[in-house]
T-cell receptor, first 116, second 112 residues
Framework: AQKITQTQPGMFVQEKEAVTLDCTYDTSDPSYGLFWYKQPSSGEMIFLIYQGSYDQQNATEGRYSLNFQKARKSANLVISASQLGDSAMYFCAMRDGTDSWGKFQFGAGTQVVVTP | NAGVTQTPKFQVLKTGQSMTLQCAQDMNHEYMSWYRQDPGMGLRLIHYSVGAGITDQGEVPNGYNVSRSTTEDFPLRLLSAAPSQTSVYFC???????????FGSGTQLSVL
């Protein structure tokens, strides 16, 4: 069963605007981690941000912030002040399991195109 | 700082051929894993390892074998390639107390 759902296959955003990428997850483990990765057209996977299930505050990394709503099981990525270089595929991922390793599961991704 | 190195970057196989995708990391990471990326399906875990001599299956292990004889290397073997194995393959590693996955640059495999 799909544990990570990204409902937006693609979206356009104007430069300098903010964009929210949706991600919902499903797990019964109390301990889990949520991630966002960026994949530009060159193909590499770039780590953006991490949120632990016990973290009290939403994670932020520069222009990226993770809107963590635990009760709703959502972990939306917010990119502020979009830049042309933000055009890429974005993947939401989750690691669940109480062991220190866990297995990572990825969503299907959201293609973002930033327009001038 | 090499990080995670995958070879080759591109490969074309005929149905039934075998090959090994190489993955090496120089960060002394215990955890290594292989994913395949297909359009509309994100990345799916094939096999993973939590240390030398220890491997386990992920979500889509059929048709693939792995071994982990050293901490540094985690090769993925296709014993008899099938067109359904046409995909982009990523190797990734991490430390136990660091949540971040480090990815290789990927291998684009086509099976004709």
């Amino acid at each position: 069963a799909q544990k990570i759902t990204q409902t937006q296959p693609g979206m356009f955003v104007q430069e300098k605007e903010a964009v929210t990428l949706d991600c919902t997850y499903d797990t019964s483990d109390p301990s889990y981690g949520l991630f966002w990765y960026k994949q530009p057209s060159s193909g590499e996977m770039i780590f953006l941000i991490y949120q632990g299930s016990y973290d009290q505050q939403n994670a932020t990394e520069g222009r990226y912030s993770l809107n963590f709503q635990k009760a709703r099981k959502s972990a939306n990525l917010v990119i502020s002040a979009s830049q042309l270089g933000d055009s890429a595929m974005y993947f939401c991922a989750m690691r669940d399991g109480t062991d220190s390793w866990g297995k990572f599961q990825f969503g299907a991704g959201t293609q973002v195109v930033v327009t001038p | 700082n090499a990080g995670v190195t995958q070879t080759p970057k591109f490969q074309v196989l005929k149905t039934g051929q075998s090959m090994t995708l190489q993955c090496a990391q120089d960060m002394n990471h215990e955890y290594m894993s292989w994913y395949r990326q297909d359009p509309g399906m994100g990345l799916r875990l094939i096999h993973y390892s939590v240390g030398a001599g220890i491997t386990d299956q992920g979500e889509v292990p059929n048709g693939y074998n792995v071994s982990r004889s050293t901490t540094e290397d985690f090769p993925l073997r296709l014993l008899s390639a099938a067109p359904s194995q046409t995909s982009v393959y990523f190797c990734a590693s991490r430390e136990p107390n660091n949540e971040k996955l480090f990815f290789g640059s990927g291998t684009q495999l086509s099976v004709l």
